[in-house]
């Protein structure tokens, strides 16, 4: 599975990003898609989930703040991002488990600063 991760850049404290994640096979395929991000000199951590039948999970420090989704016209899987923290920033990847394996996109850098 092919991954391309978009729409990262930089924006100041409280405002919105929506990263998306482009697949190679049918998203509803694969049985989840995941984001993840790696801020400098951190080591990389989960961010939300989505799995096939559509059930999303989400770590702690973005419940509330970020909305995972799947846009089936575009086979992605988007990562909505509201009332950004400045340690919200790092590189932000995407992921799929699909067969059991694990395939990794690029990542794409979001910067929160004002």
């Known amino acids: 599975v092919q991954l391309q991760a978009s729409g990262g850049g930089l924006v100041q404290p409280g405002g919105s990003l929506r990263l998306s994640c482009a697949a190679s096979?049918?998203?509803?395929?694969?049985?989840?898609m995941n984001w993840y991000r790696q801020a400098p000199g951190k080591q990389r951590e989960f961010v939300a989930s989505?799995?096939?039948?559509?059930?999303?999970n989400y770590a702690d420090s973005v419940k509330g703040r970020f909305t995972t989704s799947r846009d089936s016209a575009k086979n992605t899987v988007d990562l909505q991002m509201n009332a950004l923290k400045p340690e919200d920033t790092a590189v932000y990847y995407c992921n799929a488990m699909y067969r059991g394996y694990d395939f990794w996109g690029q990542g794409t850098l979001v910067t929160v600063s004002s």
């Open positions: 989505i799995t096939s039948g559509g059930i999303a």
């Open positions: 096979k049918s998203i509803f395929s694969i049985n989840a």
